[in-house]
């Protein structure tokens, strides 16, 4: 029986080592395989990084040098003398012509010299030709003017092809001297008594690899230790270069630069580590093969990854080289590498696998240890583990007898937890109603409060425009200061029972970030004065201008901060606000918001609940300091529907520095404007719609005014249309380039028109844009759905105005215009003395932003005048006319005149009216319950600006 016993147990001990072997082994295999993922992963992250950040320099150096290319091409002095020196050319005899042209090709030397100088340090641009047209005949090379005269027609083909299909182009180019990146241009130049354009050749821009390369350089690598840092090389195949490169200079090419594994080195930062890697065993296929790879075995192990470089001419078949669309495809001329050594990385996973392997063997060395003792132990008991074994059967038994009996007290209990359930979930809703009646009981009562509040901040602001005594005055300010302080109270609760019954919404309206932070900054520095504080910025010179999203809220986020940092700063203290981007692609930016204050602080104990509603750091804080505690929970409900977060970081006496992010949209009609301001394509734009005929459908006055001026003082040409019916009529008998539509008009409107244009006169073709105070998210969809081509919000950017309708209107033939100085293309900056006069004319103006509105009238003052008259003829009686419609319950009626108010308002600077009317639109639109308060708000904020205008009127009368 003994001998039996030790059997077993041997038998078992022997199974139990081969199944701790294997799964020691197993679970070893697969940390040592997960580890070397996760190395690989690591290195290939880092890769498509720096991957992704070389596509988009070289994207954007090439659009830089098409854009150079462009502004010297749209130059009117270039065009004159251009056409004069192709003149000179034919007649004298062609090639490098005369003296004629040798002293035209010395003037436009001279024209564009400083200029192009400012390029080359900017862009490290190199080469700037101009070439005669028919063919390329080269006329000045303003980087070597001493040579000119030659035919680059076998050498630039991309020069080829902008004056065959008469377009601007972009890319690289294999030379037949030296290989680059090109930007070309064709010139124009334009009859100054018939208007009529000519072709006179192109403009090229060019510069090589090298700086593109060295961008990577400038990166911070993670180590000084040269196998860290990141490199990059241009290889071009043999066979290529041999192709399109001149003999002789291939000769060269061959004795200075041979050629590694079939590749020249076109470019590199670091040319001796790059003919080393080359040099490698079969890195010439894996280079044309690769995406990423991570060579282990090499010595040195090398990581890279390889980007597909192709040449302008060979994208397309030679047959079909005139028409790019159908052109076929072909493969690479080339590839550009980036590379690393990774040394390090190898070393690191060696060092793994031996700790590893260690770990193992002493895992598997104690096991066996204690399995050895444990069956060791067994065999000495065997005779009472088979007694226990007995007892243990008589248990499991009774296990299963009292087993069948809770099975049915569960039962029973299941029951009564089903019953609790149905009453709890009736709780909730009873909770849950009563929530929503609290936030709906806020909301309004909120509301009711305001109505009063806005007829004492009115009334109180029209009394401190009239004489008073001085006693007078201070208690007339004191009245005035209190309210505002109430409402802002009120508006604090409005948006959080908003938030709680799940009504607050994000608009998507387009925004200009510059004049955001500038107004926000006056307002911060009138309440920082007081206490004496000054308030440093650091805005980061890589901010984009023009965004689309939620600019009330993102300003209501900065202001509650900024008012937190004010009033909680001693006097004579500094604040610092600080805004930067933290990441950014082609479509959005995710901005980062600091705000930094040396004031009171808060201890470790006043920092727990400070985003909750209702909140402050104590009792105290509140009594002292005043506030609702409800600024930062509204601040981070705000920031989180931004896509963004808020946190804060503060020590007790010491001061707080809150932080948060917010993610936008880029507005893509702009990213060239941000890219630089210098270059602009917005001439370009005006020239091609100039003698245009435009259909103008718009029923309020003052747009009115305002688009017929843009459009006809740029030499479009216009008829004017006040609704759909009216535009249906003009259609029927007249033909035009586009129609610039409103949305919403009496009789009929934007979007009902579209629908009859396309179907009823069959006029699918025609481009149709909405220009509309119709802004908010989904607007856009909703005029596109309709059957318009594209959205211009109001107020009118006038840039973007012109960008948006140049892409779709292509004016059918030439029309004789006289030339035109085009008045967008200033930046519509005003010297300080004309800027202090035209101040010094609108002082009279209250609730207007004179800035904004000379900007829409690209600072013509009469027409500003002639504005601010027309809309204060106009809506003089909005109250009188709304309470009307109101009475009859008329909601089209109501949500139309405010939204012309809204319109109106905008064209004229009135920012704070043009807010309130919004609000007030969305609640006719939404049949809200609170038009009646909304219409309280509107009408003070009418009555200021109207008063405001009737003074000017007033003084302009005297003054003539």
């Known amino acids: 029986m003994n001998l039996l016993k030790n059997t077993k147990i041997s038998r078992s001990f022997a199974i139990a080592t081969i199944l701790s072997l294997f799964t020691v082994s197993l679970f070893s295999w697969y940390i040592i395989n997960r580890e070397y993922n996760a190395i690989y992963a690591h290195i290939e992250q880092i890769f498509y990084g720096q991957k992704q950040l070389y596509t988009i320099h070289l994207t954007k150096t090439l659009e830089a040098l098409e854009q150079i290319s462009s502004i010297y091409a749209g130059d009117k002095q270039i065009q004159s003398l251009f056409q004069k020196g192709r003149d000179a050319v034919e007649r004298e005899g062609g090639g490098a012509g005369g003296a004629d042209a040798s002293l035209i090709r010395t003037q436009l030397n001279d024209l564009v010299s400083e200029s192009w100088g400012k390029m080359m340090v900017k862009y490290d641009a190199r080469q700037l030709h101009f070439h005669l047209a028919p063919g390329s005949t080269s006329f000045l090379r303003v980087h070597r003017p001493d040579k000119f005269g030659d035919n680059m027609d076998n050498i630039r083909h991309t020069i080829v092809y902008a004056n065959k299909e008469l377009t601007t182009v972009q890319g690289f180019e294999t030379g037949r001297v030296f290989s680059g990146l090109r930007g070309v241009s064709p010139v124009f130049s334009y009859d100054s008594n018939t208007g009529e354009k000519h072709h006179v050749g192109a403009v090229e821009a060019g510069m090589s690899f090298l700086p593109i390369v060295k961008v990577l350089e400038e990166q ?302 006056d307002t911060l520095n009138l309440k920082a004065k007081e206490k004496d504080i000054h308030i440093k910025t650091h805005i980061s010179q890589a901010l984009p201008v023009f965004l689309i999203g939620d600019p009330l809220r993102l300003k209501q986020i900065l202001i509650n901060l900024s008012d937190n940092a004010i009033k909680f700063s001693n006097k004579g203290s500094e604040i610092e606000i600080t805004i930067r981007i933290k990441e950014e692609d082609k479509n959005s930016v995710l901005l980062h918001f600091s705000i930094v204050d040396s004031g009171i602080g808060m201890s470790v104990g006043q920092q727990k609940n400070l985003f909750q509603a209702f909140s402050q750091a104590d009792t105290s804080t509140t009594r002292e300091y005043g506030g609702t505690g409800l600024g930062l929970a509204i601040s981070k409900k705000l920031t989180q529907m931004m896509q963004g977060d808020i946190w804060f970081d503060s020590e007790l006496d010491k001061g707080s520095a809150f932080q948060f992010t917010a993610r936008f949209t880029r507005q893509l009609d702009y990213l060239s404007e941000e890219a630089d301001a210098t270059i602009d394509n917005v001439d370009t734009s005006i020239k091609h719609l100039q003698g245009a005929r435009i259909l103008l459908v718009e029923d309020n006055e003052v747009n009115q005014e305002v688009a017929l001026n843009m459009l006809k003082s740029n030499g479009l040409q216009v008829e004017l249309a006040v609704n759909g019916k009216e535009a249906l009529d003009i259609l029927a008998s007249q033909d035009f380039d586009g129609i610039l539509m409103d949305c919403q008009m009496p009789v009929m409107d934007g979007y009902t028109t579209t629908v009859k244009i396309r179907q009823q006169l069959n006029l699918t073709d025609l481009p149709i844009i909405a220009m509309t105070a119709n802004n908010m998210s989904g607007d856009r969809e909703k005029a596109l759905d309709a059957g318009m081509n594209d959205h211009i919000p109001k107020p009118v950017n006038v840039k973007g105005m012109f960008s948006t309708m140049a892409r779709w209107i292509k004016p059918e033939k030439d029309v004789n215009l006289s030339p035109l100085s085009t008045r967008v ?92 009317a919004l609000n007030l639109e969305l609640a006719c639109q939404l049949e809200e319950k609170l038009k009646d308060i909304l219409l309280s708000e509107v009408i003070t904020e009418l009555d200021i600006v109207l008063s405001g205008i009737e003074k000017y009127k007033t003084s302009k009368e005297n003054d003539s």
Request: avoid cysteine.
């Open 220 to 521: 911070k690598n993670p180590s000084k230790d040269h196998s860290h840092q990141i490199h990059a090389m241009v290889l071009l195949d043999e066979a290529h270069i041999k192709e399109n490169v001149w003999p002789e200079f291939f000769k060269e090419l061959l004795r200075d630069n041979p050629p590694f594994g079939g590749h020249f080195i076109e470019a590199s930062t670091d040319p001796i580590t790059a003919r080393r890697f080359l040099a490698h065993p079969g890195i010439s296929r894996k280079i044309k093969t690769a995406g990423f790879k991570y060579l282990h075995k090499l010595s040195p192990p090398l990581a890279f990854i390889s980007i597909p470089l192709n040449d302008f001419k060979s994208e397309f078949d030679k047959s079909n080289f005139g028409d790019r669309k159908s052109g076929a495809k072909k493969n690479g001329i080339g590839r550009i590498v980036i590379w690393v050594d990774a040394s390090h990385a190898k070393q690191q996973f060696q060092t793994f696998i031996r700790k590893t392997l260690i770990t193992a063997f002493f895992t598997e060395l104690l096991f066996l240890l204690l399995a050895y003792w444990g069956l060791h132990r067994l065999n000495e008991h065997y005779d009472q583990i088979l007694s226990l074994n007995k007892i243990l059967d008589s248990t499991i038994k009774l296990f299963v007898t009292q087993n069948k009996e809770m099975a049915l007290l569960n039962k029973d209990l299941d029951n009564k937890v089903n019953e609790r359930t149905k009453e709890l979930k009736k709780s909730i809703k009873i909770a849950e109603k009563a929530n929503n009646s609290k936030s709906e009981f806020l909301a309004n009562m909120s509301h009711e409060i305001r109505t009063p509040m806005n007829a004492i901040l009115g009334m109180s602001h029209l009394a401190l425009e009239t004489d008073l005594n001085p006693e007078q005055q201070h208690y007339i300010e004191m009245v005035h200061q209190s309210a505002e302080s109430l409402l802002s109270i009120i508006n604090d609760i409005l948006d959080f029972s908003k938030i709680e019954a799940g009504k607050l919404t994000m608009e998507q309206v387009s925004f200009n970030l510059d004049e955001l932070i500038s107004n926000l900054m």
């Open 825 to 916: 293309v200033s930046k519509g900056l005003l010297s300080m003395k004309t800027t202090d006069k035209i101040e010094q004319e609108y002082s009279a103006l209250k609730g207007i932003d004179t800035r904004v509105g000379l900007e829409l009238t690209q600072q013509d003052t009469k027409l500003y005048s002639k504005l601010l008259l027309l809309f204060h003829q106009s809506q003089s009686d909005f109250s009188a006319q709304f309470h009307q419609v109101m009475q009859a319950n008329n909601l089209k009626e109501m949500h139309h005149l405010a939204h012309s108010l809204k319109g109106a308002a905008g064209s004229i600077g009135a920012n704070k009216l043009q807010e309130t």
